[in-house]
């Protein structure tokens, strides 16, 4: 699905560059934005199984700088290519680079699995142990091993997201995250888009967007780290609320309600 996502966006983004119209372009850029939405699912869940448990938070880190950094390089790259359609070739070819890099990332053990790859499955996994610091796997994981496991977790049962809220426990942990994503993301998307308020040319403020962000995950890796993550997402959250109160009773200067291009 990774590759599926590559080749989708990599297309889409190129046929909104030659676009003849602001419908065709609208067009184009949604479908972009639909094939982009399997990234933040099928990365980090790809990037943690492959990782022993401690370095779980590490590797979610690491995904979140590099989104930092390309926000950053983002600002760079349209102060010097000023042309609108340049620009989404030059932010689009980096996909051409990830399609063939997809060629060398492992597969999920778990997937392969559930398509009764055992003996491919088990390579990885021994692969897989020797990245994190062991000499071969446990002689208790085997092909035999892995196939009755892959056995005893196919059923026939087909669920459905209503499965979701049947059990006690699955729906309160559905509840509660629906309510934190809806919370972030409605949040950081608003902020997002206010961004001009800085006062400063769009190009400064996209890189401060994109620089502003990095101490803050660094800061959060570590308080996760220390605390878990329970108690990383609630003071955060709950600082975010406070400030955000407050901003709506201070006062705006004159600067930033003047435009700088």
Same mark, same amino acid.
């Given at each position: ?13 190129? &046929?909104? /560059? ?12 949604? %479908? !972009?934005?639909? !094939? ?7 990365? =980090? ?12 938070? #590490? /590797? ?12 950053? %390089? #983002?600002?760079?790259? &349209? ?10 070739? /030059?932010?689009?070819? =980096? ?10 990332? =492992? ?13 491919? &499955? ?6 897989? !142990?020797? +990245?994190?610091?062991? &000499?071969?796997?446990?002689?208790? *994981? ?6 009755? *496991? /892959?056995?005893?977790?196919?059923? @026939? $049962? ?16 559905? *509840?509660? $995250?629906? *309510? ?12 997002? %888009? ?6 400063? @040319? ?20 570590? %308080? ?8 990383? +997402?609630?003071?955060? +959250? ?19 309600? $003047?435009?700088?291009?």
């Amino acid at each position: 699905m990774l590759l599926v996502c590559c080749v989708f966006t990599l297309l889409f983004e190129m &046929a909104a /560059a030659v676009s003849v119209n602001y419908l065709m372009f609208a067009i184009f850029r949604s %479908l !972009s934005g639909m !094939s982009l939405s399997g990234f933040p699912i099928i990365i =980090p869940a790809l990037g943690v199984e492959w990782v022993d448990m401690k370095h779980h938070t #590490l /590797a979610g880190f690491l995904g979140n700088v590099w989104g930092c950094i390309g926000i950053m %390089l #983002l600002s760079l790259v &349209a102060y010097l290519i000023r042309d609108w359609r340049w620009l989404l070739v /030059a932010v689009t070819c =980096p996909y051409i680079v990830a399609i063939i890099s997809i060629w060398w990332l =492992p597969e999920s053990a778990r997937w392969l699995l559930t398509k009764g790859k055992m003996q491919e &499955a088990h390579d990885l996994l021994v692969r897989c !142990s020797s +990245m994190n610091g062991q &000499a071969q796997l446990p002689p208790s *994981i085997n092909t035999e091993v892995l196939g009755k *496991i /892959a056995e005893e977790e196919h059923t @026939d $049962t087909h669920y459905s997201y209503f499965d979701l809220f049947r059990n006690p426990v699955l729906r309160k942990i559905s *509840i509660c $995250t629906g *309510i934190v994503w809806f919370s972030m993301s409605f949040t950081y998307y608003g902020i997002s %888009l206010n961004i001009s308020g800085f006062g400063v @040319d769009m190009y400064l403020t996209q890189f401060i967007y994109g620089a502003i962000e990095m101490p803050f995950i660094l800061s959060i890796y570590i %308080l996760m780290d220390k605390y878990g993550r329970r108690r990383s +997402m609630a003071w955060p +959250m709950l600082i975010t609320g406070f400030s955000l109160g407050i901003n709506v009773i201070i006062p705006v200067c004159e600067f930033l309600q $003047t435009p700088h291009v």
